[in-house]
Structure formats: C-alpha cells, structure tokens
C-alpha cells in the first residue's frame, strides 16, 4: 500500500473515529456520578453557605437548598441581587473560590441552589417531574416519551419555590425586586419558560438549552395557545449550543433538529408579550455544555 493510500485511510479512519466521539457527546447522558464535596462543604472566604431542606406537596421529594450570602452582604448599602438556579446540586459543583472572588468585587449577588436530597448531580426522575409542564388536563401524568416516570409537576414545584423557598430567603437577607433570576437548562430551561408564562415574580428568565420537543412540543403549543397577558417588564435570555441542530445522529427521544428555529419562535412569542427578549447561541456547545456555559456567563458577566 502506497504511502499516500496509508495517509489517506488513517485521516478517513480519524475523521470517523472524531465524529462518533462528537456525536456521542451529543447523545450522552448526564453523569450520575457522586459529587465531590462542593463549595460549601470546603469553605469560601468570600460566601458563606447554609442549607435548609424542603418537601415537595405529596410528600415524595426532599429539596436540599444552599443559600449563598456573600461576606460582604451586611455592609451593602442597596438591597442584593439573587440568582435562583435549578439543579442545585450539579450548579453547585460549579461554583468555585476564583468565581466567587470575582463576584464579591462588585454587588455581589445572593446565591440560590435548589437541588435534591442526593450527592449525585442529578435526581433524573425528580426533576422530570417538577420541571416540565402538565398537558391540557392540568394533571401530573406518564412521561410521554418514558412511561416510567411522571411529569406535568412544574404547577405544583412552582408553588414550592415561590411559597417556601423564595420566602426563606428573603428573610435571610434583603432582595432587590429588580434582580431576582432564574436560571434551568433542559428540562429547567422548560421550567424557566413556564414560569415566565405563569408568573412575573422574577425580573430576568435564563433558558438553556430547554427541551422544547419534549412531549410533542408542549412548551410550543402552550406559548401558542395561551393568550398574550399584560405587557410585561422581565427579561428572557435563551441560551442554546448551535451543534445539535447540526449533527443528527442516533437520537434521544427528545432531539429537536429544529432547535434554534424553535428558539426564535420562543423570543417572538415572549416579545409578543411584552418580554425584553434575546437568543443567545453559543458555536460548537452541545446540549449537555449548555449547563456550565450558561451559568458561568449569566455569573461572569453580571446577565442580571
């Protein structure tokens, strides 16, 4: 075999090799893998950490609550900003002293994980529960796609996180009415357009990568079937990696080759409403990237 035959089967053997590698990243499933001791197990000279533990309405979740006051909270003259983020405790294995250095410089914002009562990233049948919307009959019902699990739980997960959690915390420290956010990826940037849709308690939305097929697209049909309300003052940011609509390999049963058109009709529909609204694409992110990439920016550069 000539030279130039062997070069070329190795640079077609590669190119095959680095497509299944990518489109494998894609398709991959979150790690559940136990976390190493977070933030608030070590320590921060900059935040200082608490937990309070809450239960779902049936009495069948535990939520594990971090709360993260920066040091320098009671010497703020003006009221804190606070992010609320979903998946706490894959969020809080993000969070490290550099960060938090960082974000002590200037206003530093309140820090809000809501998490499960687990040392893994991930509660996948919880949080398939609480954080996608009911269909037509408004009740908790099968997954469409995995009848194993439940779903249609974002009404009464809601009414924990405004009810109980959101209070708690306000009582803890002063919160700036202005600069309250919640931040979800996937399901929780689900969650992040439901709420939007359902209530005006935040000022700024954050939807990573949410899964908009999901279920037939009932997030879609929900923001076209639901009358436009009063205009609104919040903010939405979507915030979506652009290599899933490129790559369409062997798929989830939620892949949407469609993502980022789906986006755009998401941002039509909110502005229709009166949301300040914006779709933020990130080149060569995947679907599961989306998490880090989009929280470390809604933090590193101040989104709210």
Same mark, same amino acid.
């Given at each position: 075999?000539?030279?130039?035959?062997?070069?070329?089967?190795?640079?077609?053997?590669?190119?095959?090799?680095?497509?299944f590698?990518l489109?494998?990243?894609l398709?991959?499933?979150?790690s559940?893998?136990?976390?190493?001791p977070?933030?608030?197990d070590?320590?921060?000279a900059?935040?200082?950490?608490q937990i309070?533990?809450?239960?779902?309405a049936?009495?069948q979740?535990?939520?594990?609550?971090w709360?993260?006051l920066?040091?320098?909270?009671?010497?703020q003259?003006?009221?804190?900003p606070?992010?609320f983020?979903?998946?706490?405790?894959?969020?809080?294995?993000?969070?490290?002293?550099?960060?938090?250095?960082?974000?002590?410089?200037?206003?530093?914002p309140v820090?809000?994980?809501i998490?499960?009562?687990?040392?893994?990233?991930f509660?996948t049948?919880?949080? /398939?529960?609480?954080?996608?919307?009911?269909?037509?009959?408004?009740k908790?019902?099968?997954?469409p796609?995995?009848?194993?699990?439940?779903?249609?739980g974002s009404?009464?997960f809601?009414?924990?996180?405004?009810q109980?959690i959101?209070?708690?915390?306000?009582s803890?420290?002063?919160?700036?009415?202005q600069?309250?956010a919640?931040?979800?990826?996937?399901?929780?940037?689900?969650?992040?357009l439901?709420?939007?849709l359902?209530?005006?308690?935040?000022?700024?939305?954050?939807?990573?990568?949410?899964?908009?097929?999901? /279920?037939d697209a009932?997030?879609?049909?929900?923001?076209?079937?639901?009358?436009?309300a009063?205009?609104?003052t919040s903010?939405?940011?979507?915030?979506?990696?652009?290599?899933?609509?490129?790559?369409?390999?062997?798929a989830?049963?939620?892949?949407?080759?469609?993502?980022?058109?789906?986006?755009?009709?998401?941002?039509?529909?909110?502005?229709?409403?009166?949301?300040?609204?914006?779709?933020?694409l990130?080149?060569?992110r995947?679907?599961?990237?989306?998490?880090? /990439?989009?929280?470390l920016?809604v933090?590193?550069?101040?989104l709210?």
């Amino acid at each position: 075999m000539s030279t130039v035959r062997i070069k070329a089967v190795l640079m077609a053997g590669w190119m095959c090799l680095s497509f299944f590698a990518l489109t494998t990243q894609l398709q991959a499933k979150p790690s559940l893998t136990a976390l190493a001791p977070n933030i608030a197990d070590t320590g921060s000279a900059y935040y200082q950490f608490q937990i309070r533990y809450f239960s779902s309405a049936d009495q069948q979740r535990r939520y594990k609550v971090w709360l993260g006051l920066p040091r320098t909270v009671q010497s703020q003259a003006k009221p804190a900003p606070a992010l609320f983020m979903l998946d706490g405790n894959s969020a809080m294995s993000y969070l490290s002293e550099e960060l938090l250095q960082k974000l002590s410089i200037h206003q530093a914002p309140v820090l809000v994980a809501i998490g499960y009562d687990t040392n893994r990233p991930f509660d996948t049948a919880a949080r /398939a529960l609480d954080y996608t919307p009911a269909d037509a009959t408004g009740k908790i019902s099968a997954d469409p796609h995995q009848p194993e699990r439940l779903s249609g739980g974002s009404a009464q997960f809601r009414e924990v996180l405004l009810q109980q959690i959101q209070p708690w915390v306000a009582s803890q420290v002063q919160l700036d009415p202005q600069r309250q956010a919640l931040w979800g990826h996937s399901y929780g940037g689900l969650f992040v357009l439901d709420s939007l849709l359902h209530a005006q308690y935040f000022s700024h939305y954050f939807a990573a990568s949410p899964s908009l097929s999901w /279920a037939d697209a009932r997030m879609m049909n929900k923001l076209q079937s639901k009358a436009a309300a009063a205009v609104q003052t919040s903010t939405l940011w979507v915030m979506e990696g652009d290599l899933a609509a490129q790559h369409q390999g062997r798929a989830s049963p939620n892949f949407n080759p469609n993502t980022v058109q789906d986006n755009r009709q998401v941002i039509a529909s909110f502005e229709q409403r009166g949301v300040q609204s914006k779709l933020l694409l990130y080149p060569n992110r995947s679907h599961g990237q989306m998490f880090s /990439a989009s929280l470390l920016d809604v933090l590193n550069y101040s989104l709210f």
